[in-house]
């Protein structure tokens, strides 16, 4: 993984499996959701800490928007 990537499949992995955990998406779903998030974002070869939490950010509401 490279630049933010790294970023974006952290955020939609935490939030994936905090969704299963509470009981809102199945198992196989965490992989769709973290695949969806990945294949949305445009990657930052060198992001600073602004455009990480930015990312993050973004991992997450388009994750509640139904990716």
């Known amino acids: 993984l490279v ?5 974006i499949r952290e955020a939609a ?9 509470d009981r ?3 198992f196989l779903d ?10 949305h974002h445009k ?3 060198n992001p600073d800490i ?3 939490l930015a990312t993050e950010q973004e ?4 994750i509640e928007s139904g990716c």
Not at 3 to 7: A, I, K, N
Not at 13 to 21: G, P, R
């Open 3 to 7: 630049g933010s990537e790294m970023c």
């Open 13 to 21: 992995n935490e939030y994936a499996v905090k969704q299963f955990l």
């Open 24 to 26: 809102k998406i199945d």
């Open 30 to 39: 965490i992989y769709d959701i973290i695949r969806a998030s990945m294949d």
């Open 43 to 45: 990657l930052i070869e």
């Open 50 to 52: 602004d455009e990480i």
């Open 59 to 62: 991992v997450y509401e388009f």
